[in-house]
Each structure stands twice: as structure tokens, then as C-alpha cells.
């Protein structure tokens, strides 16, 4: 199984430490990872804001980037949704090979290697910020909108973590205003959801605040450290990546 | 219509400046949403009744043409008057010629959404008509000279203090009673004596029935019923969208609509008009408005399946930030957000950018309209069709150019983060909306790319 690391633009820039931690927890479950060295990203800041006629150069650069794997995987439900749902390209045999080849980290886990152990370890109150694209998207997890059974790919995953323990919200999964570019667009309601987001975290007693998407995390981390909080935002591939 | 001179953005920001009022606007409309979710978990199919609500209502778009010719027909048979109205002007022109037929100079009306989309009584009011909302939320924004903020609660904006200070002001309440009960029914003193003398009513449509001829109308005030009981004239105006092909429907739609709304089973009253009462005329106006150019939209043409529960309102969570004035249509919104465009790009530009695209209001939609991919499509078609600001398309258009272009990419990203970590104050300034209440991420060492190169590739891993 020859599986491509996607790295998130952002991730790359800012959160090196998530590709990092992804790429190590991929090959500790044996799985050959190679990293595609010209990626950049997935289009969707143009795209979601309006210019999705603009993403095909940068579609391009993705599918040469990565045609030939039997899997891409990604630690973003946002980037890998925008991948499936909107990828067009010159070659669009390829594009649409990839869009029916790209997951997201979580359900790569639970669905292609089908992991039912982990060694990890981390030894905190833990809050799961349920990012809109993977949860409603890609369906990672039972929504709370619907009438249907409970599942949750990430809660299987962070309960095989060794002395994690998970804490409840009153909002299960409510959005936490990042949105893209709607982050500086509608800074107002970007920024109050956020905060509304964060409190419900920190009433629940999190120690850390984790997720399957940066992009949500950056902005509660960017709330977090205004208002000098000690909790922190971790994402999933970091936890589950924590050494005994 | 008079263009707008703020965006949404720009009403939310100031709606955001009292930070207790949107936590208090945000936990009403939150509670409403719980309300919902309570009402649907007690329904085991209910997501099987949200799919044939879809399906009844795309069956009815397929062939409105019939189901419309059918309507007409059946409610003539009935003796109803059927007027057909290619526009809002159109439809204001007839509702007030029905009037002024009669020698009417005071009308009740209960709740429509489509006569706040045609304006009807700004329209009626310039001919010299009032027009009084008997619905008591609906009462309570005309009072104040506001439009409704939300579809199902056109007040839920205001408090019940300041309910009480404008009773105060126009129905003479004692000033500082704010007690809903007591408010409550001291607008029903003051609507009863217009329901006596009014010899016009009109009234909304929820569900207009091809194979019977008559409309359906929920409330929960009974506001419609005593208004047209009383009243010599009916005048019933709907959109065309608003049929199901027979009774049996309302089986589907009369359980989804209160649940998905409020939380109830059912709504207090689902009246029934058929026919008018000897005596009396009852007329009824087919609005089109732009929903027949709707309908050739494939991306947009199920937006007309809209039962106007206001579900994805409540559920919205930057409705419920930022309030229903912020939208400036009669539909606030999600749904609102890709109706309005439909009728005035140009005017509407900013509602399709008014939301995260997080998804909840496609879920809890009991017709299952896909909102949040219609505001996704909204953005291209708005954006190819010039409406947008030239510094955004400036912006967007050379991310474009670098994301398209591995080496710059590495490059500009190297160059960004050595000003973000040895110049922060570059982008720690009040000119960056990420900065004003929100720290920037801290910058790393190296990109991952960076640290790739150097840890792996030497170790003879290549991509």
C-alpha cells in the first residue's frame, strides 16, 4: 500500500509539528508514507470564497502531486471534503482517481487500516472540537441535527489513548466560526462563536482542546492566547502520535 | 428598492457590540433548537419523513405546471377568485384592487412571508390602507416600525421589557409591566376591536392543495381564523411553490412543520379554506415573483421546496450571532441567504458570504434543501457575475497565482514567516481582522516541507 502524505498549506506553514506527528503515526502502523514535495494546496481558500475559477492551476500542481498513490491522506476533514467534493482538473481521469482515493486522517484510520489499538498515551482532560467539514462532510461522526445512531470515528480512535479522559460539551458540535476566509470576512461572529466555543471547553474543565481540523484550532488557539488561558488546542494526529 | 448601504458584516459587527444581548439572542434561539431535536427523536422516522417531504415536494416542482392548472380549477369550482401575479407590483396591484372594490380603508392580515417580500404594507399604506398584523409577534415589529427578524418569531429580537415599554407607549399599558401574560392579553383587547370592524382579511398559505382547491393555514394564535370568520373578504396570497399535490400530504407536512419549527407536535390551528361562506368572497393570488426563472436553475431550483419552518435559523449559529436585521431581506438566514440573490444579486451579494458553510441547516431542513452547497454555489455564480469588491478579487487572485506555483509557495511562506517572527507587528496591527481579537499562530522554526527535506531525504526516503 503506497499511501501520500497531504499536508494542509497552513499546516505546513504554521503547524509542522501535525504533519510531523501524522507522518510518524502512519509509519509506527506500518504504512509506507512518501510526501509529495511540489504540494501546496488544496484550492479551497479561493474556491469557498467565491473564485473556485481561479483553483485550476492550483489543481493541476495537486493531481500531479498526487496521481499514482493508492491512498492520500490528510489531517483535515476541511482540505481532504474540498478534495472530494470539488477537484476538477486538465486530467480529470486522475482528478477523479483522487477524489475517490483521498481521506482524512481519522476515518483512514478507522476504515482502511481498521486500527483497534494504540500505544499512545496522554494523561489530560481532553475536549473534541468536532470540525464541521469532517463531521457533516465526510460523516465522521453521528451529527446531532440528525435522528440516527451515535457513532464517532475520533471518539473510537481517542479511547484507545491511555489515560485520556474525554470530557462532555453542551454544544456537541456547534462551529466554531473559523470558516475560511469568513474568519476575517465576518470577523464579529467569527470571533464570538469562537469565544462561545472556548467557554464551553473550558466550563467542562478541558485541559486541551483537540480536533481533526488546525484551521478550527488555530482560531480557538488565537481566542485561547488572547485571553491568556492555560488551555491549549492539540490536534488529533498529536495524540494519538504521544509516546507511552 | 433602495440599495443598502451596510453589509452583513457590518450589522453583525455592530449587533456583536453588546455581547450579553447575542448570548441572550443565541440561547433563545438555541433553546428553540433543543425544542426541535426533542420533538424529532420522538418521531422513529423521522428522517425517512424528511425524505418524502423532499420527494412529495420535487415531484411537485416537476410538474407545478399541472399541479397549478389543477389548484386553479379546483378552487374555481369551489367559487374562490384565483388571480395569477407575475411580480410583487403585480401582486400589491391586485390585493389592493380587491380592497378598494370593497370600500375598505382598514384590513387585519395574519402572518405571510411572501407579502413582506412584495412589501404589501408599505405598498397598501401609500394607497392610503392600514394594515394591522394580528399575529402578536408580527404586531409587536409593526409597532415598532421594524420588518420581523425571523420567519416563525418575527420578534424574537426583542425583550419582554421592551415589549412592555412599547405597549406602554401605543396601547397604553402601565409603564414597567412586563409580564407576557398580562401583555399578552392586552393585545388581544386592542386586535379584537380590529378584528370586529375589519371587513377585509388576508392570510398566508402554507400548503395549497392541487387535488381539492383549498389552502391550508397554521398558526398559533388563531389569528387567521378569526380574521376571516369575521371579515366579508379573504384574500388568501401565496407563492406558487406553496403546493402539495393532495390532502393526504399534509400527513408529511403538518408533522414536519411545527416540529421542525418550535418543537410542537402540531401547530394550535391548521385551518383549512376551501370555500368562501355564503355571503362571502374569498380570492386567493398565485405569486410568482421569480420562482418560474428559479425553477430553470438546477443549482438553485429546489430552494423552492421551502416550507418556511425557520429551522435552519434557529440551528444557524451565525443567525443566532448576529441577528435577522443583519440579513436585510424579509427571509433572514441560511435559507434566506440563497433565496434573496435569486431575486437582486447585486443587492444581496454579501448573504451567501454570511456563513461558515458549516452544514447544520442542511440537516435540520425537513425538506432537505442542501443550504450550505447552494451558498457555496451562490459564491461562484455572484463572484462570475462582478459582485464582487475589486480588493477581494485582487487578494484572492494572487493567492491563486502563488498557490499555483510550488516554488513561490516555499518561498513566500519562508518570507511570511521570517516578517511574522522578526517584524510581528507587520501583521500584529489593527489593519488585520485576525489580530484584533485574536492572536496569530506562533511561528515555527521551519515548514514541514523544510523539515522534511532535512530529516528524510537523506535517509533515502523520496516521494
Same mark, same amino acid.
Given at each position: 500500500?503506497?499511501?501520500?502524505?497531504?499536508?494542509?498549506?497552513?499546516?505546513?506553514?504554521?503547524?509542522?509539528?501535525?504533519?510531523?506527528?501524522?507522518?510518524?503515526?502512519?509509519?509506527?502502523?506500518?504504512?509506507?508514507?512518501?510526501?509529495?514535495?511540489?504540494?501546496?494546496?488544496?484550492?479551497?481558500?479561493?474556491?469557498?470564497?467565491?473564485?473556485?475559477?481561479?483553483?485550476?492551476?492550483?489543481?493541476?500542481?495537486? %493531481?500531479?502531486?498526487?496521481?499514482?498513490?493508492?491512498?492520500?491522506?490528510?489531517?483535515?476533514?476541511?482540505?481532504?471534503?474540498?478534495?472530494?467534493?470539488?477537484?476538477?482538473?486538465?486530467?480529470?481521469?486522475?482528478?477523479?482517481?483522487?477524489?475517490?482515493?483521498?481521506?482524512?486522517?481519522?476515518?483512514?484510520? #478507522?476504515?482502511?487500516?481498521?486500527?483497534?489499538?494504540?500505544?499512545?498515551?496522554?494523561?489530560?482532560?481532553?475536549?473534541?472540537?468536532?470540525?464541521?467539514?469532517?463531521?457533516?462532510?465526510?460523516?465522521?461522526?453521528?451529527?446531532? !441535527?440528525?435522528?440516527?445512531?451515535?457513532?464517532?470515528?475520533?471518539?473510537?480512535?481517542?479511547?484507545?489513548?491511555?489515560? +485520556?479522559?474525554?470530557?462532555?460539551?453542551?454544544? &456537541?458540535?456547534?462551529?466554531?466560526?473559523?470558516?475560511? &476566509?469568513?474568519?476575517?470576512?465576518?470577523?464579529?461572529?467569527?470571533?464570538?462563536?469562537?469565544?462561545?466555543?472556548?467557554?464551553?471547553?473550558?466550563?467542562?474543565? /478541558?485541559?486541551?482542546? #483537540?480536533?481533526?481540523?488546525?484551521?478550527?484550532?488555530?482560531?480557538?488557539?488565537?481566542? +485561547?492566547?488572547?485571553?491568556?488561558?492555560?488551555?491549549?488546542?492539540?490536534?488529533?494526529?498529536?495524540?494519538?502520535?504521544?509516546?507511552? | 428598492?433602495?440599495?443598502?448601504?451596510?453589509?452583513?458584516?457590518? @450589522?453583525?459587527?455592530?449587533?456583536?457590540?453588546?455581547?450579553?444581548?447575542?448570548? $441572550?439572542?443565541?440561547?433563545?434561539?438555541?433553546?428553540?433548537?433543543?425544542?426541535?431535536?426533542?420533538?424529532?427523536?420522538?418521531?422513529? =422516522?423521522?428522517?425517512?419523513?424528511?425524505?418524502?417531504?423532499?420527494?412529495?415536494?420535487?415531484?411537485?416542482?416537476?410538474?407545478?405546471?399541472?399541479?397549478?392548472?389543477?389548484?386553479?380549477?379546483?378552487?374555481?369550482?369551489?367559487?374562490?377568485?384565483?388571480?395569477?401575479?407575475?411580480?410583487?407590483?403585480?401582486?400589491?396591484?391586485?390585493?389592493?384592487?380587491?380592497?378598494? =372594490?370593497?370600500?375598505?380603508?382598514?384590513?387585519?392580515?395574519?402572518?405571510?412571508?411572501?407579502?413582506?417580500?412584495?412589501?404589501?404594507?408599505?405598498?397598501?399604506?401609500?394607497?392610503?390602507?392600514?394594515?394591522?398584523?394580528?399575529?402578536?409577534?408580527?404586531?409587536?415589529?409593526?409597532?415598532?416600525?421594524?420588518?420581523?427578524?425571523?420567519?416563525?418569531?418575527?420578534?424574537?429580537? $426583542?425583550?419582554?421589557?421592551?415589549?412592555?415599554?412599547?405597549?406602554?407607549?401605543?396601547?397604553?399599558?402601565?409603564?414597567?409591566? /412586563?409580564?407576557?401574560?398580562?401583555?399578552?392579553? /392586552?393585545?388581544?383587547?386592542?386586535?379584537?376591536?380590529?378584528?370586529?370592524?375589519?371587513?377585509?382579511?388576508?392570510?398566508?398559505?402554507?400548503?395549497?392543495?392541487?387535488?381539492?382547491?383549498?389552502?391550508?393555514?397554521?398558526?398559533? !394564535?388563531?389569528?387567521?381564523?378569526?380574521? %376571516?370568520?369575521?371579515?366579508?373578504?379573504?384574500?388568501?396570497?401565496?407563492?406558487?411553490?406553496?403546493?402539495?399535490?393532495? *390532502?393526504?400530504?399534509?400527513?408529511?407536512?403538518?408533522? @414536519?412543520?411545527?416540529?421542525?419549527?418550535?418543537?410542537?407536535?402540531?401547530?394550535?390551528?391548521?385551518?383549512?379554506?376551501?370555500?368562501?361562506?355564503?355571503?362571502?368572497?374569498?380570492?386567493?393570488?398565485?405569486?410568482?415573483?421569480?420562482?418560474?426563472? *428559479?425553477?430553470?436553475?438546477?443549482?438553485?431550483?429546489?430552494? @423552492?421546496?421551502?416550507?418556511?419552518?425557520?429551522?435552519?435559523?434557529? &440551528?444557524?449559529?451565525?443567525?443566532?450571532?448576529?441577528?435577522?436585521?443583519?440579513?436585510?431581506?424579509?427571509? /433572514?438566514?441560511?435559507?434566506?441567504?440563497?433565496?434573496?440573490?435569486?431575486?437582486?444579486?447585486?443587492?444581496?451579494?454579501?448573504?451567501?458570504?454570511?456563513?461558515?458553510?458549516?452544514?447544520?441547516?442542511?440537516?435540520?431542513?425537513?425538506?432537505?434543501?442542501?443550504?450550505?452547497?447552494?451558498?457555496?454555489?451562490? *459564491?461562484?455564480?455572484?463572484?462570475?457575475?462582478?459582485?464582487?469588491?475589486?480588493?477581494?478579487?485582487?487578494?484572492?487572485?494572487?493567492?491563486?497565482?502563488?498557490?499555483?506555483?510550488?516554488?513561490?509557495?516555499?518561498?513566500?511562506?519562508?518570507?511570511?514567516?521570517?516578517?511574522?517572527?522578526?517584524?510581528?507587528?507587520?501583521?500584529?496591527?489593527?489593519?488585520?481582522? $485576525?489580530?484584533?481579537?485574536?492572536?496569530?499562530?506562533?511561528?515555527?522554526?521551519?515548514?514541514?516541507?523544510?523539515?522534511? *527535506?532535512?530529516?528524510?531525504?537523506?535517509?533515502?526516503?523520496?516521494?
Amino acid at each position: 500500500m503506497k499511501v501520500a502524505l497531504f499536508v494542509p498549506c497552513y499546516v505546513d506553514q504554521f503547524y509542522p509539528q501535525v504533519a510531523i506527528a501524522t507522518l510518524e503515526l502512519l509509519e509506527k502502523l506500518g504504512v509506507d508514507v512518501a510526501y509529495p514535495e511540489s504540494q501546496t494546496c488544496c484550492g479551497q481558500p479561493m474556491a469557498n470564497s467565491g473564485f473556485e475559477h481561479l483553483t485550476h492551476g492550483c489543481n493541476d500542481n495537486f %493531481v500531479k502531486n498526487f496521481s499514482g498513490y493508492d491512498y492520500i491522506v490528510c489531517p483535515s476533514g476541511s482540505c481532504t471534503l474540498h478534495v472530494k467534493d470539488h477537484l476538477h482538473a486538465t486530467d480529470e481521469k486522475a482528478a477523479a482517481s483522487i477524489r475517490s482515493k483521498v481521506y482524512e486522517l481519522v476515518e483512514f484510520l #478507522t476504515d482502511i487500516l481498521k486500527v483497534e489499538e494504540l500505544t499512545s498515551s496522554f494523561q489530560y482532560k481532553v475536549g473534541l472540537h468536532q470540525s464541521c467539514h469532517g463531521q457533516r462532510g465526510l460523516k465522521i461522526s453521528q451529527m446531532s !441535527e440528525l435522528v440516527s445512531a451515535p457513532f464517532s470515528k475520533t471518539e473510537k480512535l481517542l479511547h484507545m489513548v491511555k489515560g +485520556l479522559e474525554l470530557i462532555k460539551l453542551s454544544r &456537541t458540535d456547534e462551529c466554531c466560526g473559523f470558516g475560511g &476566509t469568513f474568519c476575517v470576512a465576518e470577523e464579529a461572529v467569527s470571533v464570538k462563536m469562537g469565544i462561545d466555543r472556548v467557554a464551553d471547553h473550558v466550563a467542562h474543565g /478541558a485541559t486541551y482542546i #483537540t480536533g481533526n481540523d488546525m484551521s478550527c484550532l488555530m482560531h480557538l488557539e488565537g481566542i +485561547l492566547r488572547r485571553q491568556q488561558s492555560p488551555v491549549k488546542v492539540i490536534h488529533i494526529a498529536e495524540i494519538l502520535n504521544a509516546a507511552q | 428598492m433602495e440599495q443598502k448601504i451596510y453589509d452583513h458584516a457590518v @450589522l453583525a459587527d455592530k449587533f456583536n457590540k453588546d455581547a450579553s444581548r447575542v448570548d $441572550w439572542h443565541d440561547k433563545t434561539l438555541w433553546f428553540i433548537r433543543e425544542k426541535r431535536d426533542k420533538a424529532a427523536w420522538q418521531i422513529a =422516522e423521522w428522517e425517512e419523513l424528511r425524505e418524502t417531504a423532499s420527494q412529495v415536494k420535487n415531484n411537485v416542482l416537476d410538474n407545478l405546471h399541472d399541479y397549478l392548472l389543477e389548484f386553479e380549477k379546483q378552487a374555481q369550482q369551489n367559487g374562490v377568485t384565483v388571480h395569477w401575479a407575475a411580480n410583487a407590483e403585480e401582486h400589491n396591484r391586485i390585493v389592493h384592487a380587491i380592497i378598494k =372594490e370593497h370600500g375598505v380603508s382598514d384590513i387585519v392580515k395574519s402572518k405571510s412571508m411572501l407579502t413582506e417580500e412584495c412589501h404589501l404594507n408599505e405598498y397598501l399604506q401609500q394607497q392610503g390602507i392600514t394594515v394591522v398584523d394580528t399575529d402578536l409577534g408580527e404586531r409587536i415589529v409593526q409597532l415598532a416600525g421594524e420588518p420581523p427578524s425571523h420567519i416563525v418569531l418575527p420578534c424574537i429580537h $426583542w425583550k419582554k421589557e421592551e415589549i412592555g415599554e412599547l405597549f406602554h407607549q401605543h396601547l397604553g399599558t402601565p409603564k414597567g409591566n /412586563a409580564d407576557p401574560q398580562f401583555l399578552t392579553a /392586552a393585545a388581544r383587547e386592542h386586535l379584537r376591536q380590529r378584528f370586529m370592524t375589519s371587513r377585509v382579511a388576508i392570510t398566508g398559505v402554507n400548503f395549497a392543495v392541487a387535488e381539492t382547491g383549498e389552502v391550508v393555514v397554521c398558526t398559533n !394564535e388563531g389569528n387567521a381564523d378569526l380574521g %376571516v370568520q369575521l371579515a366579508e373578504v379573504h384574500i388568501a396570497c401565496m407563492g406558487i411553490e406553496k403546493i402539495i399535490p393532495q *390532502r393526504k400530504h399534509l400527513g408529511i407536512f403538518l408533522r @414536519l412543520l411545527a416540529r421542525s419549527a418550535t418543537g410542537q407536535p402540531v401547530t394550535t390551528y391548521s385551518s383549512h379554506f376551501r370555500k368562501p361562506r355564503p355571503g362571502q368572497a374569498m380570492h386567493i393570488v398565485l405569486v410568482d415573483n421569480g420562482r418560474s426563472e *428559479r425553477l430553470q436553475q438546477e443549482s438553485f431550483r429546489n430552494a @423552492l421546496k421551502c416550507i418556511r419552518c425557520g429551522a435552519c435559523m434557529n &440551528t444557524c449559529p451565525v443567525y443566532r450571532r448576529s441577528g435577522g436585521h443583519s440579513y436585510q431581506y424579509a427571509i /433572514a438566514g441560511p435559507i434566506g441567504s440563497i433565496l434573496a440573490p435569486g431575486l437582486d444579486m447585486k443587492q444581496h451579494a454579501d448573504l451567501p458570504f454570511a456563513s461558515t458553510l458549516c452544514g447544520s441547516c442542511s440537516n435540520v431542513c425537513p425538506v432537505k434543501i442542501n443550504i450550505h452547497e447552494q451558498l457555496y454555489e451562490w *459564491r461562484q455564480v455572484l463572484v462570475k457575475s462582478g459582485h464582487v469588491s475589486p480588493v477581494k478579487k485582487a487578494g484572492i487572485s494572487g493567492m491563486a497565482a502563488v498557490l499555483e506555483r510550488p516554488g513561490i509557495y516555499k518561498f513566500s511562506g519562508a518570507v511570511g514567516r521570517w516578517f511574522m517572527k522578526y517584524i510581528p507587528v507587520l501583521v500584529n496591527n489593527k489593519l488585520n481582522p $485576525w489580530y484584533k481579537q485574536r492572536e496569530m499562530p506562533a511561528v515555527p522554526r521551519q515548514s514541514f516541507n523544510e523539515w522534511y *527535506r532535512q530529516n528524510r531525504k537523506q535517509n533515502g526516503k523520496q516521494s
